[in-house]
């Protein structure tokens, strides 16, 4: 997954309407609301089926600050287990850090941008990519309604996967991802098409995956949210995917 865009809504004398949604959509996990601050936590819980008994579950914690006026930071520590190199391994994976920043084109249309490094801190080879990745990319979110009451978005991100340093064992990423994603906001809920699409110039593979999210509003800073992903392209390397997660954004 992309994981990457999904910006926010508004003009600078509405900010308080705006923010009483903050905790709707995906979006705001990845870049919150321009004119205002944003801090939250999110442990997540995601499992990937790959066919003939071979998974990995992974054990996420999610950190997301605004560092500095519209620049945000992002940090994910995951633990995971798998069995897909014919035994079972629990440890570390790789640690990713991104630093992201967005801003304002016209009335309800923003730009974000940013980059992500995945470091390579996987304790077991099979836990991790074995590499050192970097990931610019860029994107632009349209929210639909009134800055008063944000009834969805549409947005198109990319984003460019690429190696900085590998273990001799390992192929070097080389993946272009877009995401053409669109969510619909109500008032304790959300659904959302949040898919990535990639293309492997390695391995010369077309992922198109369905993604669908459902989130629900436990508390007016806790969301529960639940997605599932299913490849639609022959000769995936997984057959499913689905997650878990709660988000709390601190007041």
Avoid at 23 to 43: C, D, K, N, S
Avoid at 170 to 185: C, F, G, K, M, Q
Wanted: some cysteine; overall charge neutral.
């Amino acid at each position: 997954m992309i994981t990457l865009l999904c910006l926010f809504t508004g003009i600078s004398g509405t900010v308080r309407a705006q923010t009483t949604n903050r905790t709707h959509g995906r979006g705001i996990e990845y870049f919150p609301y321009p004119f205002a601050r944003m801090y939250y936590v999110q442990p997540r819980f995601d499992r990937v089926n790959y066919g003939d008994g071979k998974y990995t579950n992974s054990y996420v914690l999610r950190a997301f600050s605004t560092a500095w006026r519209r620049f945000h930071v992002r940090l994910e520590v995951p633990l995971a287990d798998t069995n897909t190199s014919g035994q079972h391994v629990f440890g570390l994976s790789d640690i990713n850090l991104r630093v992201l920043h967005a801003q304002r084109l016209h009335e309800s249309l923003f730009l974000g941008y940013g980059a992500e490094l995945v470091m390579n801190t996987a304790t077991d080879p099979s836990l991790g990519g074995g590499k050192w990745d970097i990931r610019p990319g860029a994107g632009l979110i349209y929210f639909r309604g009134s800055p008063e009451d944000v009834t969805g978005t549409i947005e198109f991100t990319v984003e460019y996967r690429a190696t900085m340093a590998k273990a001799a064992d390992r192929t070097r990423t080389n993946v272009l991802a877009w995401a053409p994603n669109i969510d619909w906001w109500f008032p304790k809920w959300y659904f959302g098409y949040y898919a990535t699409w990639t293309y492997d110039f390695e391995s010369d593979h077309l992922d198109i995956p369905l993604d669908v999210e459902v989130g629900y509003n436990l508390l007016h800073n806790l969301t529960l949210a639940g997605e599932l992903i299913l490849p639609l392209t022959k000769h995936s390397p997984y057959r499913n995917e689905f997650a878990v997660k709660l988000r709390y954004s601190f007041p």
